[in-house]
C-alpha cells in the first residue's frame, strides 16, 4: 500500500501561481503518476501525467501554464499552475500507478477567485 499526500493548495487570484506537491511513503521510481482535479457537480479529469521516464502529457486546458515534475529521490511529484483562472478551480488529486497497481491521494483544494 502506497500512501500520497498533497500539499500546496489554496486561494489564489485570478493570474496567480501556485506549487502542488504530492509526497509518496514508497518508492515512485518505477510507477507513473498524475495530477486530476474534480469540480463541484463534474467528474473527475486529467489535468497532467508525467511517465517514470519524464515524459510529460497535458490536458489542452492547462498547456502552457501548468508544468508536472518528478523528483525520484525525495518520491514528490509537482504541479507548478500558472497564470490560474477561475475554472481551475477544482479539489487536485495526486496519482500514481503502473504495474498494476493504482493509488490516490486525498486531494487538496485549490481556488482560484478575486
Known amino acids: 500500500q502506497v500512501q500520497l499526500v498533497e500539499s500546496g493548495g489554496g486561494l489564489v487570484q485570478p493570474g496567480g501561481s501556485l506549487r502542488l506537491s504530492c509526497v509518496a511513503s514508497?518508492?515512485?521510481?518505477?510507477?507513473?503518476m498524475g495530477w486530476y482535479c474534480q469540480a463541484p457537480g463534474k467528474q473527475r479529469e486529467l489535468v497532467s501525467t508525467?511517465?517514470?521516464?519524464?515524459?510529460?502529457n497535458y490536458a489542452d486546458s492547462v498547456k502552457g501554464r501548468f508544468t508536472i515534475s518528478r523528483d525520484n529521490a525525495k518520491n514528490t511529484l509537482y504541479l507548478q499552475m500558472n497564470s490560474l483562472k477561475p475554472e481551475d478551480t477544482a479539489v487536485y488529486y495526486c496519482k500514481l500507478y503502473g504495474w498494476g497497481a493504482a493509488y490516490w491521494g486525498q486531494g487538496t483544494q485549490v481556488t482560484v477567485s478575486s
Open positions: 508525467i511517465t517514470s521516464g519524464g515524459q510529460q
Open positions: 514508497a518508492s515512485i521510481n518505477i510507477y507513473a
